[in-house]
């Protein structure tokens, strides 16, 4: 579970280091007002009313822009389903300003985006923290909320992009069946309607309606600035009175919705019947709004109910083998909303897990949750919290939702209430709303008098959030700009326990977090023979027991010291990714020595992650993206079955993972697993000496049996080909090709090989590909190519990626095809390769400014011998490539007729809607 809205996003939290920013020492620009300041958070507003959030974060070398606009599918009305959406896709079609925003954005390094949900559309971009960019990002902003071009020309191609997204989720039947469940709730209420529409209405609007919606609500009465991240506030306010003040609203005025669901009366039920292997089953009931005072209750219910290992109905279900897995989410909406949870199971054990499901829920007055269960929980809420607290470039885009529901500030509102929150407030609501009455049912399956629950209108929100203070903002971290240099200039290396090698860099951060990653490395290519599905397991058994603490106090006490812990694990490898506070680092890494050294291998703990993996892998045997996926890989790795290498089939992966057992498991652990060999990289506030000598306590004395040789990938010569995968009942398809390549990162080609594929389908809508099977030819939502190169082997692949529906499937491949032929034959151009280059690099830039991803590149660079001179070298090698450098590259190591095509999807159907 997360907090809140799990469906789309993780919790809304926030603090940020300031006072009322400039409002109180600077002169405000002319038609600017100070609204107010919660926690370092600051609102000000324009004379044509649009609001504006200005959250400066001196310690992250970024900067965010979120445009948000009030509109959503809750605002659409009969033959305007997905119009909101639809506009998200349009105004990314150019404006007079920026006629191609793609490359605008690209041209800046920007990372960006835009979503739409039931309540609000948003339009965001994060990009390296310089006055230019701040600029960029709100002139963007302000040229595209009311001078977006909206063209009948860009409409024709575009409806097909959103209609293959929409196809894309066709292919999840637990979505649809998600889906299905709200639509039933909801029999007047348009939260009943997926945000991505109705297809007709996606293919049939007229774009004089499209024009006519987007006028209507894209204003800035109705709009949110939000800037976040390393500026300057009163240059920022002057940007936006410069660019936003001009801007005038429509003389009519915002529209409001009032459409009130009524009480239901009596229990729903809908069934869904489709394509797949693996059944599922689920429940919503209707529950207040996100503003109202039962919502925190309600949240803290819903994970009581679900979260594992002992959640209510996680107990119920999946210990008892009804269930492999069970999810639940609660919405924070503007209006009355559902509480939904739902399960996957044997198809033949459906309607048993459906009946368990029910009683589990709606039988609690006779075993009531207690304190302590809603007491893990608030913990829990409090981590997440307290994790977005540090991220303020994420909360930019977060804080959409509760400015959605009604006001921003009810993000501070709604933790508080939670903090509150009593066992009796749970039972309370639960009593409440979990009735026969309020409840509908769905079950997806592959081949009385009235009892009403009234649920209550959303309250009003202004009187909610008047004059509330909040509390004491969080300290900032320092300004740190994360080029090559200055990383390689405060980095510090050295060796913890037996020999695994480290690199650390300290710095400050905003609520002093620290990123740690371990890598541990085992066996080799002879020893590891057989054991290749079980070194899957390694690493997740380790968190569900140790000698000493079950699965649930494990997880407990990881979050009371507000630590978040991975450990994953693959052929020879075992990682573990950390991200803490300072003060409890040294916990956290006692806690993690005790998880390392003494895992327990319950057989129960075993046998539920054995059959998720089960139910996955079946899962995927009628999903087109899977089987495409399984195709390809044995395509490109040729190994012999006893190869440790080998790809398997999906159903070989199938009978492996079956057959793999606990005492297999825990063997592989005892006679080969040690802390020896491996890499550690720290990344964030912490003491060097302190973090090492406690990851050293971990790992001294753990001695493997077994040695270690690293397991070498050879560079494979795969002859080129098509093949093409049936899966009936499946909207979406999917396209991909590759081929090998002789390739290390240290190539003299790779330089040109990256930045020429970022050209050609890497930059995000950018990209040669994407400009003609996207934006062109309208083919497809996501299309794209890539590169990968190892840090130690010569093995690379160059990859090429689609979706579309599956009659365009025969014109994204000949539209693919030409492109490539164009690319290979012309080349690029000096103009384009320029451009290239600039976004390229500061791509790479805004890959490091995430202390997680600086911390991963640390640990690859410890795993390769070089440090991060190599990567300023090769920034040094791409300013100075020619275009000859780039085809040239291309000419000696993609060769078109060699590429491995798989074309996945419901080919064979005489009929394609």
Known sequence: MSFVCRRLVVGISLALAASPLVAQETKLP????????????????????????????ASQPKVTVNCTIFVGSRHEGYGETGMAHLLEHMVFKGCPKFPDVPKALRDHGA???????????????????????????IELEADRLVRSFIKR??????????????????????????????????????YGKSTIGNKTDIERVPIDNLQAFYKKYYRPDNAMLIVAGKFDAAKALGLVSTHFGPLKNPATPIPTTYTEEPPQDGERIVTLRRVGTVGATGVAYHVPAGPHADFAAVEVLEDVLTA????????????????????????????????????????AKTEAARDALVATLENLATNPVTAEEVERTKQKAALYRERALSNSQSFAVQISEWAGAGDWRLFFVHRDRTE?????????????????????????VPTAGPERATVPAAPAVASLVENYKGRQAMAAGEAFDPTPENVEKRVKRGTAGDGVKYAALAKKTRGETVN?????????????????????????MLTRGTTTKTRQQIKDDFEK?????????????????????????????????????????????????????????????TEPQVLASYALRRKLTAYPADDVRYAPTLTEAIDRTKAVTVEQVKELYIKQIGGTVGELAIVGDFDEGTAVAGVTAILKGWKSDTGFKRIQRLPQDTPGGTEKINTPDKANAVYLAALSMPLIDTDPDYPALSVGNYLLGAAPLASRLSNRVRGKDGLSYGVGSMVNASPVDKSGQFMIFAITNPKNMAKVDAAIAEEIAKFLKDGVSASELEDAKRAYIQSEKGQRASDAALARQLATSLFAGRTFEYYAEMEKKIESLQPGDVKRAFDKLVEQKKLLIIQAGDLESKEKK
């Open 30 to 57: 002319a038609g600017v007002t100070f609204v107010t300041t919660v926690e370092g958070v600051s609102e000000y507003k324009l004379a044509n009313g649009l609001r504006v959030l200005l959250l400066p974060d």
């Open 111 to 137: 990372n960006f985006n835009g979503t739409t949900w039931v309540d609000r559309t948003n339009y965001f971009e994060t990009m390296p923290a310089t006055d230019d960019n701040l600029e960029f990002g």
């Open 153 to 190: 020309e860009d409409l024709m191609s575009e409806f097909t992009v959103v209609r293959n997204e929409f196809e894309s989720g066709e292919n999840s039947p637990t979505r649809i069946l998600s889906q299905r469940i709200a639509a039933t709730a909801f029999e007047w209420h348009n």
């Open 308 to 347: 594992a290992p002992n959640g209510r109905v996680y107990k119920a279900l999946v210990e008892s083998k009804l269930a492999t897995d069970v999810n639940g989410n609660v919405f924070a909406w503007h209006d009355p909303s559902l509480l939904e949870i739902t399960a996957t199971c044997e198809p």
């Open 420 to 444: 509150k929150v009593t066992a009796a407030d749970v039972n309370r609501v639960a009593k409440e709303y979990l009735i026969r009455s309020n409840r509908t049912i769905g079950v997806y």
């Open 516 to 540: 740690l990653t371990l890598t541990l490395r085992f066996g080799n290519e002879e020893s590891l023979k057989g054991q290749v599905t079980a070194c899957d397991f390694v690493g997740p």
């Open 561 to 621: 010291l507000n630590a978040t812990v991975s450990i994953t694990s693959t052929l020879g490898q075992m990682a573990v990714t950390i991200q803490a506070k300072k003060a409890n680092l040294p916990a956290v890494l006692q806690l993690l020595g005790d998880v390392l050294r003494n895992p327990a291998f319950e057989a129960k703990e075993f046998d539920v992650l054995k059959r998720q993996q089960v139910e996955s892998l079946e899962e995927g045997k």
